[in-house]
């Protein structure tokens, strides 16, 4: 039984989408190449000393979306603000939430179809696909710049924290280099003034908001314990659910999605201090500081797996504030998935033939 990968509903026909526009494969190379996924984590758990690579060609690396909701329109929009990004030209925040909310799909994709990939090693069952997800939690943008080089790779999106939580994976196009993140506050937490707005659990078409007592932070720097972060360009979006009604939001039961809206609020890095990014504002994604692909390709891949471990502490932390008064179970399960993210980095940076 085939799902839609947008609002999860059973699809009787086979409408099946490219993770990947076929514009992107084809702006980054042989449309006909194999894409690499990442180490087998189902080898990883069960120790094989060597663990095979996933590898599909692009052009197989599909989800399926029910004819209601699909979303290829999407892609032809966000190519044009991709050359946008490419050329160095500026963005203004409609171009900016066209980025995000595609990135916001892209990670969320990713992780649909690559538990699937890798045999569900942790035995997952999404509650939750892309309409759900898309535009509905803090997100941060990090952007490279690279020297001239032509391919589109992935990385993070095939780790023991990808595959539990979706919060960050990093993305390689031609000579841009991303990181996207996303988590409940992860943007909150570290820029002054901003209300926190709880925890928030997504399942089927209803949201569940447990409030904790994060604290926003009085600094001007919004991204806190992330690593690697100076030279990117960076843009940074707080997301909080409210009613449509108007009324508060009750953290006691669940609301229906249907019944609230999401209201963004964006900051810019500038000068080395986060800034708000106003209707009126445009804003360029390139960095003069250009870093060699080929030389760093493994401190990048490094790099996010950091910046994944920190986003998975910040969410850990969100979720067992008092850990004598958390599920035994959770905590360990937690401190278990960190413990084979570091394996994988081991077997990665090792070489995998």
Known sequence: MKKCINCGSVVTRNNEVKVFPEWLIKKTGDITRDLTLGVDLKAILEQELKPRVLTLPYLSFTTV????????????????V???????????IEEVNILLDWFDKLRIS??????????NPFNIKPSFGVKTRMGTKDRILVVY?????????????????????QICFGLRVNDLFFISISTDNIVAKNVNGIVNNGLGIMKDDELIILKNDLKSKESDTPIEGLSLLET???????????RVDGKPLDFTKPVEMKDIKFEKETFVKRDGSFIGFSEND?????????????????????????????????????????KDQADERMLKYFEYIKTLQETLREVTNKGVQ
């Open 145 to 165: 710049n690279l020297k001239e080089d032509k391919g589109l790779n992935i990385l993070g999106a095939n780790t023991p924290i990808f595959h539990n939580s």
């Open 82 to 92: 991709f050359k946008k990004v490419e050329n160095s030209l500026e963005l203004d």
């Open 282 to 322: 445009k804003y360029t994604l390139i960095d003069q500081t250009k870093i060699d692909w080929v030389e760093n390709s493994m401190n990048l891949s490094n790099c996010v797996l950091d910046v994944q471990k920190d986003v998975y502490d910040f969410l850990y932390n969100q979720m067992f504030p008092n």
């Open 110 to 119: 990713l992780w649909l179809g690559e538990y699937k990939m890798s045999s």
């Open 65 to 80: 979306e029910c004819e209601k909701c699909t979303t290829t329109y999407f892609d032809d929009i966000i190519e044009s």
């Open 232 to 242: 990117g360009k960076v843009i940074a979006q707080h997301i909080h659910p409210v």
